[in-house]
């Protein structure tokens, strides 16, 4: 179940950049670069906020690390997707 979640938070960000890419790329190009900082940011500290939680009410010691390690590769193979699919 957590995967699946995991899969789902990771797709809403996904689209949540590319809408968002597109939406400040069609009114104010200048602004793609603040754009992209601002996102890295708020996918950074949501990531961190999840894999903080789970820890924080996960009694089971393997299942955090297992978790927690995922949702990290997770994470970066979200970054090397939107910068190859933007960039």
Known sequence: MEYF????FFTLLGVAYVKGY???????PDHLVHFY???ATIRMLL?????GLYVFFTENREDTIRFAAIFIIMYAIMMVVTLKLRH
Request: glycine letters at 0%; a positive charge.
């Open 5 to 8: 979640l995991s899969a789902l």
């Open 37 to 39: 900082l601002i996102m």
């Open 22 to 28: 597109d939406l400040v790329k069609r009114h104010s």
């Open 47 to 51: 990531v961190a906020t999840v894999v």
